[in-house]
């Protein structure tokens, strides 16, 4: 038999459970929070799974699944458990750390040309790019956005003006 279509049982108990609910549910929404045409089905589908369970846990007001045969997770799921909280931290390291690298990485080719770049070793490279982020990341943990602006080359017209 194919591995992949054998099944297995998992044994949690109700906390377990809902802490997996809640992950599956972070996870999913990671994948597709931001997609429109090109959902990522798979994910949907183990969310909806898992969620199909909650009633024999005992955490029917986390899933809904009325005139439809989808479960999905109620207002008081998102609502009444910390999963917006773990997103909302998420995102607040994410993009501090996005940033810097986007920038030292802006910063580090502007400073090395391609030739030299491609001289490099991979220590070297990740090493000399490590430094140019560092200053981001410094800059960043000390003043946050405070000190950051756009270099204006000319007058930058607003819709609003």
């Known amino acids: 038999m194919d591995n992949s279509m054998q099944k297995h049982s998992i044994e949690f108990n109700r906390d377990q459970y809902f802490v997996l609910m809640k992950a599956v549910y972070l996870g999913n929404w990671m994948v597709n929070a931001y997609r429109t045409d090109d959902t990522k089905e798979e994910y949907e589908a183990i969310e909806e799974q898992i969620f199909s369970f909650a009633p024999k846990f005992g955490l029917d007001k986390f899933v809904d699944h009325e005139n439809t045969d989808h479960y999905y997770p109620t207002r008081a799921f998102e609502e009444e458990t910390d999963v917006h909280d773990l997103h909302d931290e998420y995102d ?63 007058q930058i017209k607003l819709s609003n003006d």
């Open 92 to 154: 607040e390291e994410t993009v501090w750390d996005e940033l810097a690298n986007w920038l030292g990485e802006r910063d580090f080719f502007a400073r090395y040309s391609k030739a030299e770049v491609m001289a490099m070793s991979r220590e070297e490279f990740f090493a000399k790019k490590s430094k140019f982020v560092d200053v981001y990341e410094e800059e960043f943990h000390k003043h946050g956005l405070d000190r950051i602006r756009i270099e204006k080359k000319k």
